[in-house]
């Protein structure tokens, strides 16, 4: 009976030590893998798919183009540079976790990511909890670095793209009557649209109507038939660039004439591959322009253009610039911290000042927002629906 | 007033299309009572064959009428196709089980279609070609297209003569009858097993034809199309009467031109809500739907 017992003690307790063992030499292991090789990891998450994939993807180039540049060039304090990337589909609660998974199972020092800003509002607090650095390249609607003081932006706010828009509105295309069709599940969208009708009444327009639709929603003939019946001579749509190509394609059916105008949202070489000649000759606001002449940013154009050519873009957009930018300025900040440690590097991302990067000189304020220009741009399509943005002004803080 | 009626266009041109889908799911619920859930996948599915098709066609043949005849045409023979092998795959093999597990499997079905949709022709919105070039016809101070009017017409059509089947055809008579009483049909040496599989291609077809009437006027395509789709015609199908082929466009055109009003003349924010609204209140108050009742015959 002892004896037995024993002997199935023996056979128990064996294989439960021989796992213990195990559990802790790959946790070791998984430890060493993390730090102490020649590597710092960062995160990047972003919508590689789904209805706002051009954003992840042209991120995510330009964040690769600056991390291959680094690397190159020595990499950072001695190691290199290695980015990991995971898909969120464009959709918040996949962003949410996506984020989770690169701070607490890839152990990332900093996440780069998003560009819609539901998508990066919903990401933040689980950087800002974990205490892990997070830069938005793209993200404008000002309450996502109000998150925490571990959120930073590399990239303008919207009540100043509200400002430039309604500026261009008034004083260049001397519009007095706009509608606003805005995307009511899109933080960015709402947020834009308020800023832009508080400056344009501001300014003595009017809006004659403020109407929404839903993300993902594909027909808008209701809401453009509402809108055609109140006569204006303009309609501001700050949405993304899915909705807007269609929408836009729907108003020109229903015989509306007048400029559509935009935000960043609408960056995409999806766009007119989507909405065609419907869009000539609308206006959207941007983070930066191809036809800039400066030199970092003809150089940036060429390196990008020869990196990706053959593939569907590679003309860089806003995204993709602000991507590198966010990735150069991470360089930075860990260089400047001599350090990868997350809350050394969030000190030094908080002092960064006149960066130049190719999106221009960036200096992150006291709420980790980057003070920038913006640029106008209009959509010109010509017969074949090969389509590009003519830089139209520029306007500063 | 001239707003009010290019609304009213809108709102048809939108029902149109629900009642089209509505009806493959009223076909299929009167034969087997089976809610196929995977329906709206279908009309997804339609759209990307389509998608597909007008690259490969467009172009080749004299017009561009004739050109979206064949696309529409083979899409739908590979909807219908689609739509026998899921019954038989999925639904067959389960047909005697309680309607519970069909009502699950069908859940499962429509998730299956929905991800390796995601899988195969990837998570972002394509661009439908442009298959009849866009004329605008002016009607007083109303404006229509060429392909609102094509949509409209071509749904038309469709649903008149899936009516003729129905009910002037012999194999349109045994479908009826297998919807009143399989077993009786059974014993009157009816093959049940090729209506119902009929039914299930008939239905596909007109999801299909759905799927790119709709890319005909909004070019915008995604693998997850069909999940809102769906829902509503499966809505605009209870609220005509389930299993009432009537009832399904009647509601069709009904739930179409409540979204329309409801944006444009209320919050757009409600318009899926109003939907749903619908839904709840014909389930309190009349749940066999406006055309549902008991002697109303079924197909």
């Not at chain 1, 064996?14 to 090789?37: E, H, Q, R, W």
């Not at chain 1, 600056?66 to 020595?74: C, H, K, L, W």
């Amino acid at each position: 009976m002892f004896l037995s017992n024993m002997k199935s003690l023996r056979t128990g307790i064996i294989p439960v030590l021989a796992m213990v063992l195990l559990a802790g030499l790959s946790a070791c292991n998984k430890k060493d893998a993390g730090s102490a090789d020649n590597e710092i990891l960062i995160g990047h998450y972003g919508s590689l798919t789904g209805a706002t994939a051009t954003f992840g993807q042209s991120a995510q180039k330009g964040i690769e183009m600056a991390v291959d540049a680094i690397n190159a060039s020595g990499g950072v304090l001695g190691k290199k540079l290695k980015v990991l990337v995971e898909d969120d589909q464009g959709n918040p609660i996949e962003a949410q976790t996506a984020v989770t998974k690169l701070i607490n199972k890839d152990r990332v020092v900093a996440v780069l990511g998003e560009i819609a800003s539901s998508n990066s509002l919903a990401a933040a607090p689980v950087a800002q909890q974990n205490r892990i650095p997070m830069i938005s390249p793209g993200s404008t609607n000002p309450k996502v670095t109000a998150v925490g003081d571990y959120i930073f932006r590399v990239c303008f706010i919207d009540p100043f793209q509200g400002l430039v828009m309604a500026k261009f509105a008034t004083n260049t295309l001397k519009l007095k009557n706009v509608a606003v069709l805005r995307d009511i599940k899109s933080d960015y969208s709402v947020g834009l649209a308020n800023f832009f009708v508080e400056n344009f009444t501001k300014m003595g327009g009017t809006i004659v109507t403020d109407i929404s639709y839903s993300q993902g929603d594909k027909d808008f003939t209701a809401q453009l038939t509402a809108i055609k019946a109140k006569n204006p001579d303009g309609i501001f749509v700050p949405g993304y660039y899915t909705e807007v190509g269609l929408l836009a394609r729907q108003a020109r059916k229903l015989g509306i004439k007048v400029t559509l105008l935009g935000g960043d949202g609408w960056d995409s070489s999806k766009l007119w591959e989507i909405g065609g000649d419907a869009l000539n000759g609308c206006y959207y606001s941007n983070h930066y322009s191809v036809d800039d002449p400066s030199p970092i940013l003809q150089k940036f154009v060429a390196d990008y253009k020869a990196k990706y050519k053959g593939t569907s873009d590679s003309i860089p957009d806003a995204m993709a610039a602000l991507g590198y930018d966010a990735a150069l300025i991470l360089a930075d900040a860990m260089k400047r911290a001599n350090s990868t440690r997350p809350d050394s590097v969030r000190d030094a991302l908080a002092q960064t000042k006149g960066f130049m990067g190719v999106t221009g000189n960036t200096t992150l304020d006291e709420n980790r927002n980057a003070v920038k220009p913006a640029v106008v741009l209009e959509v010109v399509v010509d017969a074949k629906g090969n389509g590009k943005n003519v830089f139209k002004e520029t306007v500063s803080p | 007033m001239e707003s009010f009626l290019q609304q009213l266009i809108n709102g048809i041109s939108l029902g149109s299309i629900y009642a089209l889908v509505a009806l493959g799911y009223t076909m299929v619920y009167g034969v087997l009572r089976l809610i196929n859930f995977a329906h709206g996948d279908v009309y997804m599915l339609g759209a990307y064959f389509g998608y597909y098709l007008s690259r490969a066609v467009q172009g080749k043949t004299p017009s561009h009428i004739l050109d979206a005849a064949v696309v529409m045409l083979l899409s739908m023979i590979g909807c219908a196709l689609v739509g026998m092998v899921m019954e038989r795959l999925a639904y067959r093999p389960v047909r005697k089980a309680s309607r519970l597990t069909l009502l699950i499997i069908a859940i499962g079905v429509s998730l299956l279609i929905e991800n390796a949709g995601q899988l195969f022709f990837g998570a972002d919105p394509k661009f439908f070609p442009q298959l009849i070039p866009e004329t605008h016809v002016q009607m007083g101070g109303l404006m229509v297209t060429n392909q609102q009017l094509i949509v409209l017409f071509t749904a038309l059509a469709l649903m008149i003569l899936l009516n003729l089947f129905i009910y002037r055809s012999r194999t349109g008579k045994a479908m009826r009858a297998v919807s009143f009483n399989l077993d009786a049909a059974k014993l009157m040496g009816i093959n049940t097993d090729r209506i119902i599989a009929l039914t299930f291609a008939l239905g596909s077809a007109l999801a299909a034809a759905g799927g790119i009437l709709v890319s005909i006027n909004i070019p915008g395509i995604d693998p997850l199309m069909g999940v809102m789709t769906g829902l509503k015609a499966f809505v605009a199908a209870v609220l005509g009467g389930i299993g009432n082929i009537f009832g399904a466009v009647l509601g069709g055109l009904i739930l179409g031109l409540a979204e329309v009003m409801v944006a444009g003349y209320g919050s757009s924010t409600y318009r899926d809500a109003i939907a749903f609204l619908i839904l709840i209140v014909i389930l309190l108050f009349k749940p066999s739907g406006i055309l549902g009742k008991g002697q109303v015959e079924k197909v």
